[in-house]
């Protein structure tokens, strides 16, 4: 048993009757006279070895700016979506509208079709001009990238 004296204090904990069974043979098999003592020793031991600081990978200023950067990086590709849509949107139902304005008796599903594969060139050639200089070059007769576009891709 410990010793008892004017400066211990009773702790109590309550372990599983199996728990308390593993801690008293790991007692005896370490010489321990009691379970008790075992206890106070692994508790000691137990605080020893455990660093309860806490040491963070990145600095708040650190996460504030990625988390800023990466705000902007989703604004930006936000933006580049309604952009895309709007252009999609724009192509797209404009060229049914227009279609559709010329067919006051309507127009079957199949048709509508049809006049946006036949005015695809059209639109594509649109597109083009629209973007020459800006986002594409035109070299013999060749559309490629714009340099300064290449890695928005």
């Not at 800023?68 to 709007?86: H, P, Q, S």
């Not at 139902?93 to 695809?120: C, N, Y």
Request: glycine residues 6%; proline residues 2%.
């Amino acid at each position: 048993m410990t010793e008892l004296g004017d400066d211990t204090q009773a702790a109590m904990c309550y372990p599983s009757s199996q728990q308390y069974e593993q801690w008293k043979a790991r007692a005896e098999e370490r010489g321990y006279n009691s379970v008790s003592r075992f206890m106070i020793d692994m508790v000691e031991a137990g605080s020893k070895q455990m660093d309860l600081s806490v040491e963070y990978d990145e600095e708040p200023r650190e996460l504030r700016r990625q988390r800023n950067d990466l705000k902007a990086e989703l604004d930006g590709a936000r933006r580049r979506i309604e952009e895309l849509e709007e252009q999609l949107y724009r192509g797209e139902r404009k060229a049914i509208i227009e279609f559709l304005e010329g067919r006051s008796e309507g127009t079957t599903f199949g048709e509508i079709v049809q006049h946006l594969v036949d005015d695809a060139p059209a639109r594509a050639a649109e597109q083009l001009n629209q973007m020459e200089g800006s986002d594409v070059v035109v070299e013999d007769s060749l559309y490629k990238l714009a340099d300064e576009n290449n890695d928005e891709l």
